[in-house]
């Protein structure tokens, strides 16, 4: 089957070594859904934005980096206006594809190209399932949620916590988190860009997972980051500090503004697409400032609310288009694209299915690399379900098998569909996520790893974590 | 946004006077799934099946048309072989786009290019909705799900009974279930091909219903027929008669073989398209060879079967590839494409939703003109649910939307997933139907049509109807 021209290498060239087929390879070209000249008007608006607004940077290292470079700082405002030669320039240097490595080498995971990586829903303050239902989430719901990520293959990596464990202190929290990610999983997780600490503490956690020198490790991208801009046009302290500590270590980040259309941006798709791209070119400009050459997604997360309810909507047709969208603006600088499987569905029925199917529709028509939130998204993000997430995983199975080529077997599905042990979708659901667990079993780790990274954290723990006046 | 360089003409050039912009278009192009070679070598072995193997064509009168175009016989055998230079020369002349005539101009359908037209369900054998259960269909209920039919502006026209209204006699339900369609609808509708006399009753009663002549009819296609081969390789006395009667009136044949890999065809994807080409290609030969450029649909209705339970797969991998294979044989032979909006589930669930939107993704990406069983169909056909209709209306709505352009703004949708009167998706589709019903207003009808329309069938019932010894 045709590749999509933008690699003219073979497909085998381009797979790295260690790297197993386990990642579904787009075979269909994406698709344009605006012309060449309008894609040009909101390069150039955001432009424009950045050259004449300008972007409110509110950390003051980051401010210092950017006028260093050639921005242009606002005496007495956190405001900086950025030169559209400097943002161009600086963006021009991000990777157009790159891997990231896992501990256990066959679970590296490669982004750009016609590569898909999916990831486990993040960041849901909610958990739910059908015999508990809905609650704040707990590191056990954490653990529980970490190991179904590990247990199926369709899934390559976690892109956020599941749900937070809210059971644990902030201070200490992404301790015990990335731990947790270490020991349960042999794929690849992210660290929070809460503080510049937590930064630094994922990056020497994962340091310490595989068993590398730091060297190996600024050459090995490991760990992500996702960076939300606060739309409109600013990026608070912590986001910034995320940025440039993943970008000074070579780590990788996921620039990804919220601007959602009659929200925190304008009303129409295009100017709440040229938000979007004002602030992921800022944001990417700023990394590539740090480190020329250091890993970026270009994120889209563009969509409008519902203007009754004023909630935003998944699924529909204005997502699908600023999905796509996003994708041609990604393409243009030649970065690797962050969408997402969603839906605005409070319950695992014909809403959930349909919307995350366009969802996914458009994440594969929209060229993206990296489809975050891929298994367990509900409720516009308020929760992740355990029976979504078995349902999510059969969703992205016949994905994987659409795009299964010739030579590769289409893979074996969990069978949602096919299961004969009861008519009821979201019990057959439950079972398989019950059954999954029970036969989870956690992937090897060397005894002295483990050992190195129990005393890693309990010398953070006792100089007290973090601060969390954040 | 991109045409699909099908069609070199701009679009307004291509809108045939009285087509209002009811019908999607397609923007993007049609994807290969497989290469030239792959495609060619699917096409070549079923002219080679044709010639060698050939097909049993139960009808005389169609294997004495077919003899005379050069087509070779068997002696005491239906066998029929096909020279592939006789198939070809045939197929050459079906026309690539056409336009289809309602009693209401602004209801005309055109087929082919990059437009696509959605019909309600069709054929199956028993309804159900949330209230009264699942049950075999009946007159009353056949109107209801024409009326709502008629509701939905998404829903362009009837590809077949949307149940089977088994209270009417065999022998005159084509007349009382056409004289409902036409009284109940101004949009196009089918005629059944159970014998030639049913065909002919059709062409009459639409003619009357559009209150042309005949030389007008046959200027203006304006009724269709479901040609279904009888796989593996064999094509049926009523079928046959259905392809002579039509063609000869340039009334519209859509040859849809049915071919499920691993049950009537070669348990391999190839294999059955294979089978699904050559029954394809005879049927619209000898269409063609009746009448040159009558108007002909090739259809597509390619799966696999579950080989645990046997049942046909729907909205699976292999589902949505032979849709797109089936998409791109069409195209080679430039004719109108059919496919269809399935599922395997039993319940408006998550799973009849995701499995509908992976159908219809292949619908879209595979070039399809006429999707068949656009709205209703559940259980692999054998029922026509009335919240499946309503949520297929949403899902409908959801693909115009993605496929409207600059100029044409987003559609209103049915609003299933905005409503707020209850949590309930299943019961918010049976608040909408039965909304949409009592709202209901049938299309006005010149008195002096329906008049005559009533004597036509008052006369063909004091006939005795048709024979129903088929």
């Excluded at 290498?9 to 790295?16: A, E, H, I, N």
């Excluded at 243009?332 to 695992?348: E, F, G």
Aim: aromatic share 6%; charged share 20%; net charge negative.
């Amino acid at each position: 089957m045709p590749g999509t021209g933008a690699d003219e290498t073979s497909r085998s060239d381009r797979v790295p070594a260690g790297i197993t087929d386990m990642q579904p390879r787009r075979w269909m070209p994406p698709q344009d859904a605006i012309s060449a000249d309008e894609l040009e008007a909101i390069h150039l608006a955001s432009l424009q934005v950045l050259e004449e607004i300008g972007l409110d940077v509110l950390d003051a290292e980051a401010r210092a980096i950017l006028v260093a470079a050639g921005a242009e700082a606002s005496a007495g405002t956190p405001r900086i206006r950025f030169d559209r030669g400097l943002v161009l320039d600086a963006v021009r240097h991000a990777p157009a594809t790159f891997t990231m490595h896992a501990r256990n080498p066959a679970r590296h995971v490669r982004f750009g190209g016609d590569w898909l990586a999916f990831a486990v829903m993040g960041s849901a303050p909610n958990c739910s399932d059908l015999e508990r239902g809905r609650r704040p989430g707990t590191r056990a719901d954490f653990q529980d949620l970490v190991r179904l990520g590990q247990a199926f293959d369709v899934l390559h990596l976690s892109g956020g916590y599941p749900v937070e464990p809210i059971d644990l202190h902030p201070r200490i929290r992404h301790l015990d988190a990335t731990a947790d990610f270490i020991r349960l999983t042999d794929k690849v997780f992210p660290v929070y860009s809460l503080g510049a600490e937590r930064n630094r503490d994922g990056i020497e956690m994962v340091r310490i997972a595989r068993g590398i020198d730091t060297a190996t490790l600024e050459r090995e991208p490991s760990i992500m980051t996702i960076i939300n801009s606060s739309s409109p046009l600013r990026l608070d302290a912590p986001m910034a500090q995320g940025i440039i500590e993943m970008a000074r270590h070579n780590q990788v980040v996921v620039m990804t503004p919220f601007t959602l259309a009659g929200a925190m941006a304008p009303v129409t798709l295009a100017g709440a697409l040229v938000e979007q791209n004002a602030e992921a070119l800022a944001g990417i400009a700023l990394a590539q400032i740090v480190r020329p050459g250091a890993p970026v997604m270009y994120g889209g997360f563009t969509s409008n609310v519902d203007m009754k309810s004023g909630a935003p909507a998944f699924g529909t047709p204005e997502y699908m288009k600023a999905t796509l969208i996003g994708g041609q603006l990604a393409r243009r600088y030649a970065i690797p694209y962050r969408s997402s499987n969603t839906c605005a569905a409070n319950a695992v029925d014909a809403q959930a299915a349909y919307e995350s199917v366009f969802s996914l529709w458009s994440v594969v028509m929209g060229g993206a690399s990296f489809v975050k939130h891929a298994a367990g998204w509900m409720e516009g993000g308020l929760t992740c379900s355990f029976e979504k997430l078995v349902l999510d995983v059969e969703l992205l199975e016949i994905v994987a098998g659409l795009l299964a080529t010739g030579g590769t077997p289409t893979p074996p599905r969990v069978g949602l569909a096919a299961r004969t042990d009861g008519p009821d979708l979201v019990r057959r659901a439950q079972r398989i996520w019950k059954e999954t667990l029970a036969a989870y079993q956690p992937p090897p780790l060397d005894p002295a790893i483990a050992e190195e990274l129990d005393a890693f954290i309990a010398r953070r723990k006792e100089a007290g974590g973090v601060r969390t006046d954040y």
